[in-house]
């Protein structure tokens, strides 16, 4: 098999070739399937939660229990910190 890549697509796998993650681009490219591969089996393993956390958002939401932007950076950027502190 043989495959025509625009510049871009090639730049990024000589980059990653020259950073010494891999050998030649067969190796970048299987390296991405596998990828894909792990995101669609993880998507199909956890469809059902992610519906069910969708409705639940969507019912959250339709009762008014929303945050602003601004409360929900502040959120993150609490928990993030949270987790920081664990960690040290």
Do not use: C
Not at 25 to 37: G, R, T
Not at 52 to 71: D, H, K, L, N
């Amino acid at each position: 098999m043989s495959l025509a890549l625009d510049p871009q697509t090639e730049q990024r796998i000589q980059r990653h070739i020259d950073r010494g993650h891999f050998h030649d681009p067969s190796e970048v490219i299987d390296h991405a399937l596998n990828l894909l591969d792990a995101q669609e089996e993880w998507l199909l393993r956890n469809n059902e939660a992610i519906g069910e956390r969708i409705e639940q958002s969507a019912a959250q939401a339709e009762r008014g229990e929303v945050y602003t932007a601004v409360e929900a950076a502040r959120r993150l950027d609490a928990n993030i910190a949270e987790r920081i502190l664990k960690r040290a």
